[in-house]
């Protein structure tokens, strides 16, 4: 079993309840919601048509809805609400340390590897 990397994404004080904050992540746009139930993280682009989402206050307190064509994600899961879309938002690890909202981020071990710098 490999060990997950995480990645520094965004100070937990800077998430604002009920918003989507979309933040730049090892290149890849991540979609973090802060809700009553806690802190989640997702791919950035929509399912659709892979539009990428803005920093936006979450639609009836508790979707990710997409600017583009208004579909509707669960703040929480990630799971289609409102079509059109019809696939789920992948959804990323989250934890919290020191304050610093960090995210697994296997697309950031795929660089490091493609660079030659990811420790044998
Ligand atoms: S691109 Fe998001 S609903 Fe169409």
């Known amino acids: 079993m490999s ?43 929509c399912t659709h048509a892979d539009f990428q989402f803005v920093t936006s206050r979450l639609a009836g307190g508790c979707d990710i809805e997409c600017p583009m064509h208004g579909a509707c994600f669960d703040a929480v899961t990630g799971e289609v609400t409102e079509g059109p879309a019809d696939a789920a938002l992948p959804k990323y690890d989250v934890r919290i340390i020191d304050g610093m909202v960090q995210v697994s981020a296997d697309w950031a071990d795929a660089l490091q590897t493609d660079w030659g710098i990811a420790s044998k």
């Open 3 to 45: 060990k997950k990397s995480f990645v520094d994404a965004i100070a937990l004080d800077q998430l604002r309840e009920s918003y989507v904050t979309c933040v730049e992540v090892a290149g890849r746009i991540v979609a973090i919601t802060r809700t009553a139930e806690g802190v989640n993280a997702f791919d950035g682009t």
